[in-house]
């Protein structure tokens, strides 16, 4: 039997099913917004159909651009679902731009700065995306320096404005204790991240600002952060709570640190309700589901995860860093 070879997608094998011109097609693919909404659909979806990806090597040679866009992403096991949520807001976001996101994982701040050092080198992406900023970030000072577009998640110390999506901490811990006061709790403790991460400072600002107000007493737990393992987290909150001059209330920046306080309070016999309240950040709806119920605030990755493609888009297209910050308030829901 005579096999027959599938003609491969190209933007001429497009125009032939479409009825358009190569260049009307090319066009429509490069979402040109001369050409009407219903035809970029419509050439879309034949695209979709037939398995047509652009030639990147050939878009490269025209246009300068890789049309590829890196995120380097940490495990964040404090934080559920970080790295998909943020992929699922930067993927709606790059959605009809060409742009092609590639992942890349996160080993450490040597493997790290290899990594950026050779995408910048050799000039393998249009821009970067990373997270978990430091306060004089080596990350953010090269690109910088090599003018290289990029999008951290988090602030820096640095003198130069530089392209960022950051949560406001400060008001989540403030408001947390603020919570925690209204509830009676006369003696405030909370869970940091490391000394090297710049959101613990944000944290910590926002903490000792409303103890300070109120005049309650307060303690920075000690022993665990954030980014200790969830049994040594349960097991520096059961060693700290089980003593006569335990805190009444306990501020957990993530909802692994949050469920792990839950298990240790319930080991050591305290109820949630009565003995010691907790405010929790939540990024994925979690705790609207536990019992008994636990006071929550939110915070909404994938709007963060759009806002970093956003913001990188504009760089690459030459706007100036300074006007590139995005502060994200706090929530108490997605979407609020």
């Known amino acids: 039997m005579k096999q027959f070879k599938a003609q491969k997608p190209t933007q001429r094998r497009i125009a032939e099913l479409s009825g358009l011109s190569i260049g009307a097609v090319s066009r429509a693919l490069a979402n040109d917004p001369k050409i009407k909404q219903e035809t970029r659909e419509a050439i879309k979806k034949i695209a979709d159909e037939i398995g ?4 990147r090597a050939a878009q490269r040679l025209r246009t300068g651009k890789t049309k590829v866009i890196n995120l380097i992403l940490p495990p964040h096991e404090e934080i559920f679902g970080f790295g998909t949520s943020l992929i699922r807001g930067i993927s709606r976001e790059l959605e009809d731009t060409g742009y092609k996101l590639v992942v890349m994982p996160d080993f450490g701040i040597d493997g790290e700065h290899e990594a950026i050092t050779r995408i910048v080198r050799n000039q393998l992406a249009d821009g970067i995306l990373f997270s978990r900023t430091e306060p004089n970030d080596p990350r953010v000072k090269y690109l910088s320096e090599a003018q290289f577009p990029f999008v951290a998640h988090g602030r820096t110390e640095l003198a130069t404005p530089h392209p960022y ?3 406001d901490n400060f008001e989540f811990s403030y408001q947390a204790a603020q919570r925690l006061i209204k509830m009676g709790a006369v003696k405030l403790c909370i869970l940091l991240p490391p000394p090297t991460l710049m959101f613990r400072q944000h ?5 000792m600002t409303a103890v300070r107000e109120s005049g309650v007493q307060f303690e920075i737990l000690e022993g665990a952060t954030l980014d200790s393992s969830p049994e040594l987290i349960k097991s520096t909150i059961e060693t700290r709570f089980s003593s006569d001059d335990r805190p009444d209330g306990l501020i957990l920046p993530g909802e692994v640190s949050g469920l792990a306080a839950m298990a240790a309070m319930d080991d050591i016999g305290l109820s949630t309700v009565y003995d010691v309240k907790l405010v929790v950040k939540q990024t994925t709806g979690l705790f609207n589901l536990v019992r008994p119920r636990v006071e929550s605030i939110f915070e909404d990755l994938p709007v963060a995860g759009r806002h970093m493609a956003q913001l990188l888009l504009k760089r690459i297209e030459g706007e ?5 910050q995005v502060l994200q308030p706090i929530s108490e829901a997605p979407g609020d």
């Open 52 to 55: 047509y990806a652009p030639d």
């Open 165 to 167: 999506v950051d949560y």
């Open 203 to 207: 944290l910590l600002h926002g903490f």
């Open 320 to 324: 100036d860093p300074s006007n590139l």
